[in-house]
Nanobody, 115 residues
């Protein structure tokens, strides 16, 4: 099993920045990818960004050029740097990791962007 703990959410004005962190523990070897989804109130959970074990990254079109995903393997931590935030980025952000065909999820961290 993989345990994921997110941090770094909060309230920020439009145009501001936040950095989310996700610390992975447990069976972290052979994780296929790790990254972020988000869920706004009343909407479905959607992909934000992923980073694969081999290094490539993937972003939702809505965040390309504004968000950057990175990882520190020594700390088992993945980061999501979010710049130029917009009110529509308001959501609960969830860290996810895929291993052995299963997706593991963190508890989520709230990001609120005021206009």
């Amino acid at each position: 099993q993989v345990q994921l703990v997110e941090s770094g959410g909060g309230l920020v004005q439009a145009g501001g920045s936040l950095r989310l962190s996700c610390v992975a523990s447990g069976s972290t070897l052979s994780i296929n990818y790790i990254g972020w989804y988000r869920q706004a109130q009343g909407k479905q959970r959607e992909l934000v960004a992923l980073i694969y074990y081999s290094g490539p990254t993937s972003y939702a079109d809505s965040v390309k050029g504004r968000f950057t995903i990175s990882r520190d393997n020594a700390k088992n931590t993945v980061y999501l740097q979010m710049n130029s935030l917009k009110p529509e980025d308001t959501a609960v952000y969830y860290c996810t990791a895929r291993r052995d065909g299963l997706n593991y999820w963190g508890q989520g961290t709230q990001v609120t962007v005021s206009s």
